[in-house]
């Protein structure tokens, strides 16, 4: 099974008001080619979930500040002052996620649980309108799962199979998305003949396409 | 005392609760001074959530813009540490497995309630891995100037949106140590550059004060 | 039909199931033996729930023991897989990342229903991996002998403690192929070994019969 | 700070009564060293929290059929006979629990959340006293968080700071049990001076202590 991809392919796998995660910490571990694609597509309307809103010219930040953005689900707008606009004006939906419990609903979305318990935002306004269970003496929110159409990764390596390693802190929520979405194109730094099998972190079966990063 | 000169006097009072092993995470800013003094007989274990432990100093060289810390930044690893990633790292923090959390705040209260995430209609920065940190880690300290410019920060209630309930557990600021207790904020040491009543001036919560010490700042 | 030769029969009809890329896990007896029948055109993905996805044929000599099946058997590990913990296991399975599991099983229904883990005072050898298997699978094939030397095993109603419930997609045994829908168990194919006749005697539930094929065993 | 104990010095670490998590797959990534010295020492009345019951000379297995198990929480009992027998004549307390789930528990356990939400078990005996939630249309048990005082892993490569690679299928509950116990040993196949930060599966400061395994 072939699964590479080329960049102009692409075009195939998106549409205006689909959502997609994108891998990435502060756009560290974001493929910033694919979501030059997708500017240069202009695709409309797209929820993305992602630990933060990038940097004005880094990362997803480009895909908002282009206005292509209708709901953005993360921890953190801070270093992308154009995010707190959008958000002020309602031109763009925020849901801010406490960082922990963003990686955990991303991780049950693609782990079949039916959400997560954590004591993380209890007490605060993250808890609005959620369910609060006590259990053995200590209360918890719950929170949902999260999944989305599509989830564009960055690799640092990554075999023909598609199994993917991410190298030092690019990792991030890359390994957590592959898992949770309908489709899954990783960007790869370089495609190898062989990573050891110790060593994968996301197994081939999560990764529908890869693309080549163009150096 | 000049901003700079309160900093780094509130960051080397902060380097001297951790314990040899300790697992630490430093927030942005004014925490992130704290690791410049760290004395020579503790090895600390620095955790950022982006997915490290083991972070270093900022490189002067030679970056590797793979090695970042929560902020984006370059940064480097020392030996022995490693990465993980976000779903391994919050289990680290929410676990309880993080000894020590240092924060900057904008509030925090006498119930040890903080706010540090939100000013709304102002600034909306997003709580990031705070309100994780500090309902996790099993030491929550504060460290931030005593006032903002005059306005108090240390109150009988914080009127800003709360990070977390009843997690503060030590703040320390350029006027002194505080711990919170059941009954309150207990003042344990001062800086004597302030009198005692210079200091609950500046504290809008009731501080009760019983002995304190003069403040350790020796390196 | 002597057993051996019913085995092989079901396992080569199951192995037909598949479609190139497929996540497969094969349970431990019967349906480990449809790996040998996987058509050439067909690359399937064998998943162990132990931690690995590459299951290779059993090895005759180099025998590497850190690499085992679900069963503690030492195995092999094609091109292009890897290795995981438990929790990503799981996560693959429970998550609908396998698209085939073959199981035996003690009983069916109906339904869809199985029991397969425990005969109450007689043989309790535990779950194992099964329940989230057969929950989690987007298709779960029973893979077994039609009867258990003439008792029924297809029932109206499991009798003994379930696996899961409403799960069951496709029966194979010696005798057909039947799939579990709303209405009830509908016979797809027959081994014309055999009477449609003696397969109802065969089945405590009643079977849905509208023109059934030959069951197809070209290799 | 020096991890290394000695065999000997394991004495220090158990107590009759005590729980205890052990690593391993049909006895596959299983310290045995330890358990030999468990067995040695015959510490009682333990509880184990492990995926299976062992093989009769492997494993756990071998700690069951001496008598020191009080309860045993595992997924699969089948290979070892002892362990059915025991069960049948009440002399060991048997809670079986779905692998998946056993996981996630332990997870759970480790990562400070409240339990578990998972479809695995409807409908079974394995819901009997347990809560079910209805998560956006959907059925889902609730299972509770598993610590335990001790856990017992088996390493290949654990470097002197006390990160740990598990190679192949040894990996298994591992990891898992590393982040939910008070205490944490491992039995190290090899001491090596360097492990890549990016393979490193247990972070070291899960570690307490590390035991050379005798060869």
Redesign the interface.
């Known amino acids: 099974?072939n699964k590479q991809l080329s960049i102009e392919q692409l075009k195939q796998h998106v549409f205006d008001g689909m959502s997609i995660m994108v891998g990435g910490?502060?756009?560290?571990g974001t493929p910033e080619g694919i979501v030059d694609a997708l500017l240069e597509m202009n695709v409309k309307d797209l929820t993305l979930i992602c630990?933060?809103a990038g940097?004005p010219e880094k990362g997803i930040g480009k895909l908002i500040n282009n206005g292509q953005v209708k709901t953005l689900i993360?921890?953190?707008?801070?270093?992308n002052p154009r995010a707190?606009e959008l958000?002020?004006s309602g031109e763009m939906e925020?849901i801010?996620v406490?960082?922990?419990?963003?990686?955990?609903r991303i991780?049950?979305g693609?782990?079949?649980?039916?959400?997560?318990?954590?004591?993380?935002?209890?007490?605060?306004?993250?808890e609005e309108g959620k369910q609060i269970?006590n259990?053995?003496g200590?209360d918890?929110l719950?929170e949902?799962p999260l999944r989305a159409d599509l989830a564009i990764l960055y690799g640092?390596e990554v075999?023909?199979?598609g199994?993917i390693?991410?190298?030092?802190?690019?990792?991030?929520?890359?390994?957590?998305m592959a898992?949770a979405t309908d489709k899954v194109i990783v960007e790869a730094r370089d495609i190898v003949e062989y990573?050891n099998?110790?060593?994968?972190?996301t197994?081939?079966?999560?990764v529908d396409y890869i693309i080549k990063e163009a150096k | 005392m000049d901003i700079t000169a309160m900093k780094h006097l509130i960051a080397k009072r902060v380097a001297k609760e951790f314990k040899d092993g300790d697992v630490v995470n430093l927030g942005i800013g004014l925490p992130t001074l704290v690791a410049n003094f760290i004395p020579n007989d503790v090895t600390i274990n620095l955790q950022?959530?982006?997915?490290?432990i083991g972070l270093g100093p900022v490189p002067q060289d030679n970056i590797?813009?793979?090695?970042?810390n929560?902020?984006?930044q370059p940064v480097t690893?020392v030996n022995g540490g490693m990465?993980?990633?976000?779903?391994m790292?919050?289990a680290i923090?929410?676990g309880g497995h993080v000894d020590v959390t240092v924060l900057g705040s904008l509030q925090v209260d006498e119930s040890g309630?903080l706010a540090n995430w939100i000013i709304p209609?102002k600034?909306?920065?997003?709580?990031?891995?705070?309100?994780?940190l500090v309902?996790?880690a099993k030491k929550v300290i504060i460290a931030m100037t005593h006032t903002n410019k005059g306005k108090h920060k240390i109150l009988k209630k914080c009127t800003l949106?709360?990070?977390?309930?009843?997690q503060v557990n030590l703040i320390v600021t350029e006027m002194g140590v505080m711990e919170i207790q059941d009954d309150g904020i207990h003042l344990l040491e001062y800086n004597n550059e302030f009198t005692l009543e210079e200091i609950q001036d500046a504290t809008e919560a009731k501080l009760i004060i019983n002995q304190p010490k003069i403040m350790d700042l020796e390196e």
């Open positions: 099974m910490f502060m756009a560290v630990n933060d940097l993360a921890s953190h707008i801070g270093l707190g958000m002020g925020v801010l406490p960082q922990g419990t963003l990686a955990e991780r049950s693609g782990a079949g649980l039916g959400g997560v318990l954590t004591p993380t935002g209890l007490g605060t306004i993250v269970l259990i053995q200590k918890y719950l949902l640092t075999d023909t199979f199994n390693v991410y190298t030092k802190t690019t990792r991030n929520f890359n390994p957590l898992t990573i099998p110790d060593h994968v972190m197994p081939h079966i999560f | 950022s959530e982006n997915g490290l590797d813009y793979d090695i970042t929560a902020g984006g690893m990465y993980f990633d976000s779903a790292s919050f923090i929410r309630s209609g600034m909306v920065p997003g709580m990031g891995g705070a309100m994780d309902t996790g949106p709360l990070t977390a309930k009843h």
